[in-house]
């Protein structure tokens, strides 16, 4: 079982409509969680964190996260066209190394 | 500010060359990474170093090395490149927060690397 696991995508979704993009992880001691867009050919960039069982929203952007069933989600509400990227669930240990799923690319069709 | 410096951006390696990448950050960060990405795959960890003076294997440690220089700078060597060592490799920097909870990692440019 691989540490963090994303939806295997591509995800599709018209503009407008809300995007979810979902990761699990297997260690249970894991105690921050992020996620990363990276467009094409680019470097990640860090859109969200979230520390605490809960919802966290940004703008459009709200990460949700449950420990007990260590499932951590984003969701992208009224996509844009510019919304398309591939999404990276990152998960950190107290060690402070971050692992990083292998991403779900998502497609906002006009 | 310009956050996150790696250098070069591209670089072509014959089977047997040594390089190193260099990678610098001025956020005044505590750790760093550096990271290989292969097509549609995720990023793996190869080495990472969560202060000065230490370092530490990630999840792909063979065929490199690695030197935390000072606080800034962080480079990763290759002493006999491989064909399977082509990739995408970023470097990145973060800062630990409370309770030693790591925030979130900012990364390099990248550097597009190919071993024929």
């Known amino acids: 079982q691989k540490e963090v696991e994303q939806n295997s995508g591509p995800l599709s979704v018209p503009e407008g409509a809300i995007a979810s993009l979902n990761c699990t992880y297997s260690d249970r001691g894991s105690q921050s969680f992020f996620w990363y867009r990276q467009y094409s050919g680019k470097s990640p960039e860090l859109i969200m964190f979230?520390?605490?069982?809960g919802d966290k929203e940004d703008g459009r952007f709200t990460a949700q996260l449950n420990k007990a069933s260590q499932y951590v989600s984003l969701l992208i509400r009224d996509s844009q066209p510019s919304d398309s990227a591939t999404y990276l669930c990152a998960v950190n240990t107290n060690a402070g190394k971050s692992t990083f799923g292998d991403g779900t690319t998502l497609t906002v069709k006009p | 500010n310009a956050g996150v410096t790696q250098t070069p951006k591209f670089q072509v390696l014959k089977t047997g060359q040594s390089m190193t990448l260099q990678c610098a950050q001025d956020m005044n960060h505590n750790s760093m990474y550096w990271y290989r990405q292969d097509p549609g795959m995720g990023l793996r960890l190869i080495y990472y170093?969560?202060?000065?003076?230490?370092?530490d294997k990630g999840e792909v440690p063979n065929g490199y090395n690695v030197s935390r220089l000072n606080k800034r700078e962080f480079s990763l060597r290759l002493e006999s490149a491989a064909p399977s060592q082509t990739s995408v490799y970023f470097c990145a920097s973060s800062e630990s927060g409370g309770s030693r909870i790591v925030l979130g990692a900012f990364f390099g440019q990248g550097t597009r690397l190919t071993v024929v």
């Open positions: 979230i520390y605490s069982n």
């Open positions: 170093s969560a202060s000065e003076g230490t370092t």
